[in-house]
């Protein structure tokens, strides 16, 4: 390539500079470097108001459109929530659960059948009641990822937890998702005495073999009602950061949710729980779900 006296004059000012002929406009390339008054933002940052296919393009080319429109940018606040769940290891925590889960399980067998012969001779319906909850949110990262290949964010990992069926099966038939309330009509007679015992929890020792909840961690909601949620308490998703639990540090603290304020007060045990979680703390709050579930305080 030839250059022309113009370029050879800028060579020897700055020999790692070339000024081609062509204008940046004709190239379609926006500058890299626009002037500080121009009221232009650099182009190849992502903007809030960025089309996808625009955002695609940038991804893949390196450059921007030239349509993108230019936005204000604020300065990023200070006061960004933020929990740092304690470290402790994943493989050990588990080994626990699996190993209580299944003891539990294998002891517990009589009771949880004399249970279900309760329930299958008090009302029609079955014994068991299987819903989708909202599990461990393991995408959460301090810098989020572009593209999520989540086609719907629900929070974090969908499962289908178990419980004892302690409610009509048309509890929800024109009502949808609601929260029971004190004296609920659509509570059964024994569905009244498991959900203040908290027997009707038992089956979810299942969902811990499986590795969808541990035995001790927040209490998982159900979709719905986690959107609703986590656009009314800002900090709710900061929970999602570990496995849900059949009980855990707000439940042996606090009643059944009935608001949005019981869920918030709810939370802040949730994130306190969150960082100091270890085996040894686990296993003091398991210590101390017992005289709930005796004395019929609270509620999980």
Partial sequence: M?????DIDRLESDPTVLDFPA???TRGIISRAPSLGDGVLDCEVPLPQMAEADLFRLMATGFAAASVPAVDVEPASATHLHVIPNQRSEFANRAVNVVIALVSLVLLAPVMALIGLAIKLTSAGPVFYVQTRVGIDRRR???TAVFDRRRNNVGGRAFRIIKFRSMRVDAEQGTGAVWAKPGDSRVTPVGDFLRKTRLDELPQLINVVLGDMNIVGPRPERPSI???LRQNIESYPLRQQARPGITGWAQINRAYDSSIDDVRAKVEFDLEYLERQSVLE???IMARTLPVMLFK???C
């Avoid at 030839?2 to 113009?6: A, G, M, R």
């Fill in 226 to 228: 986690f959107a609703e």
């Fill in 297 to 299: 305080r609270g509620a």
């Fill in 141 to 143: 990262r301090a810098a």
């Fill in 23 to 25: 204008a940046a406009k």
């Fill in 2 to 6: 030839e250059l022309n006296q113009h």
């Fill in 282 to 284: 686990d296993l003091k």
